[in-house]
């Protein structure tokens, strides 16, 4: 497939099944750099299926995922994996950080698995926790720390290796209003200065308004909200 | 919003001109919708009949005269009584989108592009109020939230009767 012009993800008529339930039926999807792009719809409707094939975590049935110029369906597991640790960064809805590490390890892990020395990868980490606002939680596990800190933990582990893509899965899904709106913030304020594009995966329309535009899932189908009448 | 009780608890901190009044109504309340001076000068002359406010001093200058007003007990009550009464909430049962809505299926138009058009405008909207909430003050934020609420609610509405246009669809055109 061709592209948009300039854009730095982009997919085709997706089709993914699981069985006999249809996911993704013809999703059609592209980000530029420094974008946000919200991604809406039902439960079930494949938001999270698209998320997942976009960052190659699940290889869709059939159509193309462009990345940069190159296709993922040409890559290997191990070129998609590399490709995800060294371009991409991941929020989810529960943070997902390691309970046994402390927070700092947490958001140094990812520069750890690129190679990069213990002593660098903490500096690094401690540099975007503290606009995060969380780097007085460095010592502290993820069982120390509330709801709304842990996920501006997960933030900066998202954003600490420099990704052009962020990935967020319902990243305030289990934060209150306030909690919810300062991890908005600082996650499109942070993504925005270093120009990385932010998939945002959610249901709230509050969450959906800090991106730049809108897309809607329903029936494993995509809309681009621009392109209405 | 009621701008005679508004101005009346505005005066509950000490006398002011009229001038004094629409300035701190338009700073703490008036960010979209600036008072007209005819506005409160109106709304001062039925305060003034009401014997809610008082004249309090008249300063004689090179323009019109300028009379300072004051809050009197009764005055004082109102307010009380306003704040104290709540509001009656608004149910809008019957929303030009509705019918909107059921006007379409009616007449055989695409509806579902119908919601998803308003859809996208009220994310427009919700998308510049996050904006002017990101740059303003507490009082900002305060509005902006009220506001943002309003349209989420709306907003939610639009995508539970797109899930149900099929149903609706059969019950109108039955």
Known sequence: ?229 | MSIGHTLLGLLESGPRHGYDLKRAFDEKFGQDRPLHYGQVYSTMSRLLKHGLVEVDGIEAGGGPERKRYAITDAGITDVERWLATPEKPEEYLQSTLYTKVVLALLTHRNAADILDAQRAEHLRSMRILTDRKRKGDLADQLICDHALFHLEADLRWLELTAARLDKLRAEVTR
Not at chain 1, 98 to 116: I, M, S
Not at chain 1, 160 to 189: H, I, Q, W
Request: glycine letters at 10%.
């Open chain 1, 1 to 229: 497939m061709s592209a948009p012009a300039g854009s730095l993800l982009a997919a085709e008529d997706l089709r993914k099944a699981y069985g006999p339930t249809v996911a993704l039926d013809g999703a059609e999807f592209s980000i530029h750099p420094g974008e946000v792009v919200a991604v809406m719809g039902p439960s079930g409707s494949g938001k999270s299926t698209l998320l997942h094939c976009l960052a190659g975590i699940v290889p869709p049935d059939s159509g193309s995922i462009v990345y940069d110029g190159r296709e993922l369906a040409g890559m290997n597991d191990a070129q998609r994996s590399a490709l995800r640790r060294s371009d991409f960064g991941f929020v989810f809805q529960f943070g997902q950080l390691v309970p046994e590490l402390t927070c700092v390890e947490n958001v140094a892990l990812p520069l750890r698995l690129n190679g990069t020395s213990r002593r660098q990868a903490e500096k690094a980490a401690l540099t975007w926790m503290e606009r995060l606002e969380v780097d007085d939680l460095s010592g502290k596990r993820p069982g120390e720390v509330s709801g709304g800190q842990g996920q501006r933990v997960a933030v900066a582990r998202a954003l600490v290796t420099g990704p052009r893509v962020v990935f967020a899965d319902e990243p305030t899904g289990a934060l209150d209003s306030l909690n919810g709106e300062r991890v908005m913030e600082l996650l499109t304020d942070a993504a925005r200065s270093s120009n990385a594009a932010v998939v945002l995966v959610t249901h709230e329309a509050r969450v959906a308004a800090y991106s730049d535009r809108e897309i809607v899932v329903r029936d494993g189908k995509s809309r681009d909200m621009e392109r209405v009448a």
